[in-house]
């Protein structure tokens, strides 16, 4: 079975940074690209980042280009989402997803 079990997340300033994880299991994670998604209070989802298989590339949205860093440990079937520089509209709940299975979302706020 595939699961995507995701931590991190919380309460933060503006300006402040936070981390996300996301530990895979039930499938050889290192072969398979991992995106992550969000959605914001009252919006839609919104696609924020992918990273291909091997770490052969990375793809931001550009809303967190240059904030944002997405990278891989597939020793430890994990993928990070690094969030720098928070700004309040990243406020969402944020999702990782591979396989077209979904974790179970991480809710980030950036509030003063």
């Known amino acids: 079975e595939v699961q995507l079990v995701q931590s991190g997340g919380g309460l933060v300033q503006p300006g402040g940074s936070l981390r996300l994880s996301c530990a895979a299991s039930?499938?050889?994670?290192?072969?398979?690209?991992m995106i992550w998604v969000r959605q914001a209070p009252g919006k839609g989802l919104e696609w924020v980042s992918a990273?291909?298989?091997?770490?052969?590339?990375?793809y931001y949205a550009n809303s967190v280009k240059g904030r944002f860093t997405i990278s891989r440990d597939d020793a430890k079937n994990t993928v990070y989402l690094q969030m720098n520089s928070l700004k309040p509209e990243d406020t969402a709940v944020y999702y990782c997803?591979?396989?077209?299975?979904w974790g179970q979302g991480t809710v980030v706020t950036v509030s003063s």
């Open positions: 997803v591979a396989l077209g299975v």
């Open positions: 039930g499938f050889t994670f290192s072969s398979y690209d």
């Open positions: 990273i291909k298989s091997g770490a052969a590339g990375t």
